[in-house]
């Protein structure tokens, strides 16, 4: 019975949290690419790099990247609940 509680908790979360995972990720993503954009114009416009600018474009390559990697965990864990999950 302690066995059964336990596999409960270990399943992965619906497939629903996969897609909204995705979502996050494909905001940040979009995020980025325009923060990179408007830090690219500033710099062409002003010939000074703005700090506060850069700092924000590499914050949303972090969020991007662990998001991502969040992703493909779910994934990786969905696909192996739908193949059948352990041989134990």
């Known amino acids: 019975m302690g066995e059964q509680r336990r596999r409960k908790k270990l399943q992965p979360a619906p497939v629903e949290s996969g897609d909204n995972s995705r979502t996050l990720w494909v905001v940040a993503v979009l995020a980025f690419w325009i923060s990179a954009g408007i830090t690219l114009a ?3 416009i002003t010939d000074k790099l703005n700090l506060i600018l850069v700092c924000v474009t590499l ?3 972090v969020l991007g990247v662990w998001l991502k990697a969040r992703y493909q965990l779910q994934q ?6 739908m193949s059948g999950g352990d041989s134990e």
């Open 42 to 44: 500033v710099l062409l």
């Open 59 to 61: 914050g949303m390559m």
């Open 76 to 81: 990786r864990k969905t696909r192996v609940r």
